[in-house]
């Protein structure tokens, strides 16, 4: 250890200082520091959901979590609802957590802020064994151990219309009829996204009446809806999903296109 002045020698003077040093008890002290040396994420078979509590006590200290999800079979999307919290002991540090796949691909990096309400996610698994990875947040200094709790469910979730090759991107939009049928679907996980398409007669003017809303459920998630002809037309979007049934809807004039003008693609997606 070596203390010394900082700088601007020029303009010294003599100051006292005090220092202290001592070793103190850890939970784990370069245990999981490195994804090779993964901890388990111990399952609770009752609560069917992995679960561990653990703290950044040191600097450098990364926390890495292997999550055995090989092993675990669904029969519709293997979604993992990830919740992650402090215990209060150290309010305004910054946690980082981040989610790999077997491959390495990031499928979550989340910064959390000490003292904010608990963080939960539904993120979609990807293939293998995946790792969960706590550390200080970027630029974040640790001063004081900063304790956490983690805890990582399996979920089973239909989606029928996510099987391969799902409905994604425009490319892969599901057709719908024009008509008063409603087509049942699910947003199943962060950042699925569903679209569609709807082929219209463009021989006259129309108005088209979109209507989306959770049959009176409760919503849990924040549903948006993008009608798109060739570039974004019109957005309609509930900002607050959870207080309640989501309805939404809306009416489109479309001009009858020039007959001779190439058919036109129009679609609508859902995030
Ligand atoms: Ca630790
Ligand atoms: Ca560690
Ligand atoms: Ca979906
Ligand atoms: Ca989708």
């Known amino acids: 250890m070596l203390i010394e002045d900082f700088g601007r020698n020029d303009a010294d003077e003599s100051s006292t200082y005090r220092i202290s040093a001592g070793s103190v008890p850890v939970g784990e002290a370069n245990g999981n520091d490195s994804q090779e040396q993964a901890s388990s994420l111990p399952y609770q078979a009752a609560e069917q959901t992995y679960l561990e509590s653990g703290a950044l006590e040191y600097s450098g200290d990364q926390d890495w979590y292997h999550l ?69 947040a970027e630029g974040q200094l640790l ?16 989606d029928p219309a996510e099987a391969a090759p799902g409905n994604d991107d425009i490319n892969t939009a599901e057709a719908l009829s024009p008509g008063p049928a409603w087509t049942s679907a699910k947003i199943a996980f962060r950042g699925d996204h569903d679209w569609y398409s709807l082929a219209t007669d463009t021989a006259v003017n129309r108005v088209m009446e979109v209507f989306l809303d959770t049959d009176g459920q409760m919503s849990l998630a924040d549903y948006a809806v993008s009608i798109m002809l060739d570039d974004q ?33 129009r679609g609508f997606g859902a995030f």
């Open 68 to 136: 055995p999800l090989s092993g675990v079979t669904t029969s519709g999307l293997k979604v993992l609802d990830i919740r992650f919290d402090d215990t209060g002991a150290n309010p305004d540090f910054r946690y980082q957590i981040s989610l790999t796949d077997a491959a390495g691909n990031v499928l979550l990096s989340h910064d959390y802020l000490g003292g904010s309400t608990a963080y939960q996610t539904e993120i979609l698994a990807g293939d293998g064994d995946h790792y969960l990875l706590i550390q200080p």
């Open 143 to 158: 001063t004081a151990s900063a304790p956490y709790t983690l805890s990582v469910r399996v979920l089973d979730v239909d």
């Open 233 to 265: 037309l019109h957005k309609i979007y509930d900002s607050n999903g959870s207080d309640g049934p989501t309805e939404l809807k809306t009416s489109l004039y479309l001009p009858a296109a020039n007959p001779s003008a190439p058919a036109t693609y």
